[in-house]
Nanobody, 124 residues
């Protein structure tokens, strides 16, 4: 059983930066494609970014392109989300997800394993 665990959330002012981390155990990390999703209050969960098993391919939601960077370190069994130029509309609970599908992309149904989430609050 794969268990992702997020960390790094918090409160930041608009224009600031945060880095989220996701550690995953239970399976060889490099066998998992990984993704970040978020859910704001009163809204549905939405895709943020995804990264392939070896980190060679990434994709992003249009709303975060050029501001967020997804990366991974397979030696540390950890994925990251560097968030820069944060906006109040980035406020949400951010979830890490792991997939056995080669290219799960933005489809949440392709991700079998989910973390508990970490709260990010961006103040204006």
């Amino acid at each position: 059983q794969v268990q992702p665990v997020e960390s790094g959330g918090g409160l930041v002012q608009a224009g600031g930066s945060l880095r989220l981390s996701c550690a995953a155990s239970g399976r060889t990390f490099s066998s998992l494609a990984m993704g970040w999703f978020r859910q704001a209050p009163g809204k549905e969960r939405e895709f943020v970014a995804a990264i392939s098993r070896l980190g060679t391919d990434t994709n992003y939601a249009d709303s975060v392109k050029a501001r967020f960077t997804i990366s991974r370190d397979n030696a540390k069994n950890t994925m990251y989300l560097q968030m820069n130029s944060l906006k109040p509309e980035d406020t949400a609970v951010y979830y890490c997800a792991a997939s056995l599908v080669v290219s799960p992309g933005w489809t949440s149904a392709h991700y079998a394993y989910w973390g508990q989430g970490t709260q990010v609050i961006v103040s204006s």
